[in-house]
Nanobody, 123 residues
Framework: QVQLVESGGGLVQPGGSLRLSCAAS????????VGWFRQAPGKEREFVAA????????YYLGSMKGRFTISRDMTKNTVNLQMNSLKPEETAVYYC????????????????WGQGTQVTVSS
């Protein structure tokens, strides 16, 4: 069983930056793919980025690449999502999730989810 806790959300102006963190309790992320998803009101949950904990391979939704960076901190057992040049349409609840399978972009494959953290991009 993996329990996930997100932090770092908040209000930011368009063009600004935020750094989200996902911490695991009770065990490490070893053997898992850890992903970030987001869900805006009235919309489906959308894949943002993922990282293979063991190998460090990263994956991004195309529109995020270059603006978002996912990374792992093995000393703190956390996965971070650095988000730059944020846009108002990226306002959503951001979730981290973990799974042991290979399909990193399909939310249905993820077994464990955090409670989510609100990101609001507004002036």
């Amino acid at each position: 069983q993996v329990q996930l806790v997100e932090s770092g959300g908040g209000l930011v102006q368009p063009g600004g930056s935020l750094r989200l963190s996902c911490a695991a309790s009770r065990r490490t992320f070893s053997g898992y793919v850890v992903g970030w998803f987001r869900q805006a009101p009235g919309k489906e949950r959308e894949f943002v980025a993922a990282v293979s904990w063991s190998g460090g391979t990263t994956y991004y939704l195309g529109s995020m690449k270059g603006r978002f960076t996912i990374s792992r901190d093995m000393t703190k057992n956390t996965v971070n999502l650095q988000m730059n040049s944020l846009k108002p349409e990226e306002t959503a609840v951001y979730y981290c999730a973990a799974q042991a399978g290979p399909d990193y972009s399909d939310s249905r494959q993820y077994d464990y989810w955090g409670q989510g953290t609100q990101v609001t991009v507004s002036s």
